[in-house]
């Protein structure tokens, strides 16, 4: 069982940054594939980046690739994503997810989720 606790998102303007953090629970953290979502009002959850149980290999949907950065700390059991030049677009609320699946782009794929975190952009 993993269970996993969102922070940082908040409101901030078209172009600034924000870092999420995902504090998980138990003792397999390590050995998961990390991923964030977001979900957009009136719309899907949508893939947005994931790093496998090693921290190698992060990978991105395209419209947030070269802005965002996902970055696991396992020793602390923690995912951040570092998001920079943020847009209108992005906002929505963002879910950490946990699952066993290398390169996992589907939600269906992610066992575990947090409760999300709310992130607005203005323009």
């Known amino acids: 069982q993993v269970q996993l606790v969102e922070s940082g998102g908040g409101l901030v303007q078209a172009g600034g940054s924000l870092r999420l953090s995902c504090a998980a629970s138990?003792?397999?953290?390590?050995?998961?594939?990390m991923g964030w979502f977001r979900q957009a009002p009136g719309k899907e959850r949508e893939f947005v980046a994931a790093?496998?149980?090693?921290?190698?290999?992060?990978f991105y949907a395209d419209s947030v690739k070269g802005r965002f950065t996902i970055s696991r700390d396992n020793a602390n059991n923690t995912v951040y994503l570092q998001m920079n030049s943020l847009k209108p677009e992005d906002t929505a609320v963002y879910y950490c997810?946990?699952?066993?699946?290398?390169?996992?782009?589907?939600?269906?794929?992610?066992?575990?989720w947090g409760q999300g975190t709310q992130v607005t952009v203005s323009s």
């Open positions: 997810a946990a699952g066993v699946f290398v390169g996992a782009r589907q939600a269906r794929n992610y066992s575990y």
């Open positions: 138990g003792r397999t953290f390590s050995s998961y594939t």
């Open positions: 790093v496998n149980w090693i921290g190698e290999s992060p």
